[in-house]
């Protein structure tokens, strides 16, 4: 699987969106985008996936570039709780191979 | 919900020794995982198995085996531990769906000390 990049780390106000960037330049057409997040001592958490559309769901939106370099996960209103290291991988099509990078610690702040 | 459940939360054990390392998913799922996590590593991927029986290694393989004679379960074993296994263990579960996409349910983590 191709490598992603994101910053290591940011901060966000609670209650403010939460928008965190993620590099694929690599990416080739069959390779989904998902993102996953570790809360501090337990297991990472699925948030969201897609292939080339904009997706959302009841936790978070995925904005996927036209060429498909590059994403952005939103948390719309980001609670204390959305404290946690999130995770942006690359995954071709029905590979069993998930490798993780070493995600973005995001910090919101009351 | 789906569920991955792992058999030990916290494990101490002495170098030298053999350590099994359970995880059972309760949905059917045909593929299930094992990682390690370490600070300013990431998670690792140990082996993987699609399939009953079945077993690919993944990025780290050496020092490890795993075993799968069921569908829901996914052990993995520490033939000879050491200390630098040292480590948090992550067990997951993932289906591949219709388009190809396999989203993973990960375990709450079994955190291995080897003394």
């Known amino acids: 699987d191709a490598k992603t990049t994101q910053p290591p780390s940011m901060d966000c106000a609670e209650g403010r969106a939460a928008n965190l960037p993620c590099n694929h330049s690599t990416i080739s057409g069959n390779e989904y985008v998902y993102w996953y997040r570790q809360i501090h001592s337990q297991g990472p958490q699925y948030i969201i996936h897609?292939?080339?559309n904009n997706e959302t769901n009841e936790m978070a939106s995925l904005i996927i570039t036209e060429d498909r370099k590059s994403s952005t996960l939103i948390l719309p209103h980001a609670t204390l709780r959305d404290t946690a290291v999130y995770y942006c991988i690359e995954i071709r099509r029905s590979n069993y191979k998930l490798t993780f990078g070493k995600g973005t610690l995001l910090t919101v702040n009351p | 919900d789906v569920k991955v459940t792992q058999s030990s939360r916290y494990l101490v054990k002495r170098t030298g020794e053999k350590v099994f390392l359970e995880c059972v998913q309760d949905?059917?799922?045909?593929?299930m995982f094992w990682y390690r996590q370490d600070p300013g590593l990431g998670l690792r991927l140990i082996y993987f198995?699609?399939?009953?029986?079945?077993?690919e290694k993944g990025d780290i393989p050496e020092g490890y085996s795993v075993s799968r004679e069921k569908k829901e379960r996914f052990s993995l074993i520490l033939e000879s531990a050491s200390t630098n296994q040292t480590s948090m263990y992550l067990c997951?579960?993932?289906?591949?769906?219709?388009?190809?996409?396999?989203?993973?349910?990960f375990g709450a983590g079994s955190r291995l000390t080897v003394l």
């Open positions: 897609g292939l080339k």
């Open positions: 198995s699609y399939d009953v029986k079945m077993k």
């Open positions: 997951a579960s993932g289906k591949t769906d219709f388009s190809g996409a396999n989203v993973l349910t």
């Open positions: 949905m059917d799922h045909e593929n």
